[in-house]
């Protein structure tokens, strides 16, 4: 059951004005970080030990006299034996003491189990606490029944590794690194059964994920992941902003492409099968005639998570698409958080965001500007889950 909203909004009576900005020290940290301190806001880092001194030394704020920041973006760090420990109560107490605001990201969803995060983790989250489980491919309310809701095009579903007859996607977590992929591709039965055994052998996946894997046809195309905003402040029609668009850089997949073909044909055993760990992130723009259709998926992707799941999506959310050959848009992943890829946009924001708001606009910035426009209007209690 995930907690009540009315309880979260309660606490928030206790909080300062302005109240501390948050996050996890992992993925996109540094981009809300910064963009809370564009706006005015304090911030806290909440990191595991030996992951800390990006934050508490690297990017550490330093403030004159005044309070303006001359230096770096993080205020605090509070460091935890592991990630999961800052959802303990006496962690969630400090956090409400401190008057922290948690934007939600990758990392906070997969390191702390989304039982404890739905139903006992009291800390105000700036977004939709009940859709963060629906990045999880095993549940059967998971983003490819929103989608489908939203009458959204994502890659057809292969029922069966033997109904496999073209190249399609097997996606499934990596064996010990849960955060990472364990996908591969096969284009029939006998090359699923190949490459299978083989990271089964290497353990990179295990048979139990492989068993509930999900299989989809592979889309040929480019990859672009829309980062969009959606705030319930404004009038409907003005509530979805696109922000900005990348692209992911994976590894081994993309050192496997950038070699010769005759070279890539040279390597052996299960090194050949490319692994899809996300590594690193590009910025990109898309031709403005792929805009409208984009535009139209962001605001059916809203309009069911409103009607399916109160108060549906709030703040940053990213759609991630692959555009085949005809211009035509597939959504084969949903962040309903803040996306991983978000830190290209830091300080110098994104071409669309800046276009919209006439000024540097990054996913960061336009959160802690929601935040702040909210207690301004004595409105944070709509803002937050």
């Not at 064996?175 to 992929?181: G, I, Q, S, V």
């Not at 319930?232 to 590894?251: I, M, N, Q, T």
């Amino acid at each position: 059951m995930v907690l009540p909203r009315s309880e979260v909004q309660t606490l928030l009576r206790d909080y300062p004005t302005p109240p501390v900005i948050g996050a996890v020290g992992s993925h996109s940290a540094l981009d809300i970080a910064d963009g809370a301190v564009e706006e005015g806001f304090h911030t806290l880092v909440l990191a595991q030990k030996g992951r800390e001194r990006t934050y508490s030394t690297y990017y550490r704020a330093h403030r004159d006299p005044t309070g303006r920041v001359t230096r770096g973006c993080v205020d605090e760090v509070w460091t935890y034996p592991k990630f999961a420990d800052a959802a303990a109560p006496e962690s969630q107490m400090r956090l409400r003491q401190r008057g922290v605001l948690v934007v939600p990201n990758r990392a906070l969803s997969s390191y702390v189990p989304l039982d404890l995060l739905e139903d006992s983790f009291r800390v105000p989250l700036v977004g939709a606490r009940n859709l963060l489980r629906i990045e999880e491919r095993s549940e059967r309310d998971n983003y490819y029944a929103l989608l489908a809701a939203a009458g959204i095009p994502a890659p057809q579903r292969i029922a069966t590794p033997q109904e496999i007859e073209s190249l399609a996607m097997i996606k499934l977590p990596h064996a010990t690194r849960r955060l990472e992929r364990g996908f591969f591709t096969a284009a029939s039965f006998e090359e699923y059964q190949r490459k299978s055994e083989a990271l089964l052998a290497a353990g990179t996946i295990t048979a139990a994920d492989l068993e509930a894997a999900r299989i989809e046809e592979y889309v040929l195309g480019p990859v672009f992941n829309f980062n969009f905003f959606f705030s319930p402040l404004v009038p409907r029609e003005d509530g979805l902003e696109l922000l900005g668009v990348d692209e992911r850089r994976e590894s081994s997949l993309d050192g496997l492409v950038r070699l010769p073909a005759s070279q890539q044909l040279e390597i052996r055993g299960s090194h050949a099968i490319p692994h899809y760990t996300v590594v690193g992130h590009g910025t990109l723009t898309v031709r403005e005639s792929l805009l409208e259709e984009i535009f139209d998926y962001g605001e059916r992707f809203v309009e069911a998570t409103r009607s399916r799941a109160a108060p549906g999506m709030l703040g940053p959310f990213t759609l991630q698409t692959c555009i085949d050959r005809d211009g035509k848009a597939f959504v084969f992943d949903v962040a309903a958080r803040i996306g991983g890829g978000t830190n290209i946009h830091l300080s110098l924001g994104h071409p669309y965001g800046n276009a919209l708001w006439r000024t540097p606009m990054s996913s960061g910035r336009r959160v802690a500007i929601e935040i702040r426009r909210a207690a301004a209007e004595g409105r944070l209690a709509e803002v937050v889950t």
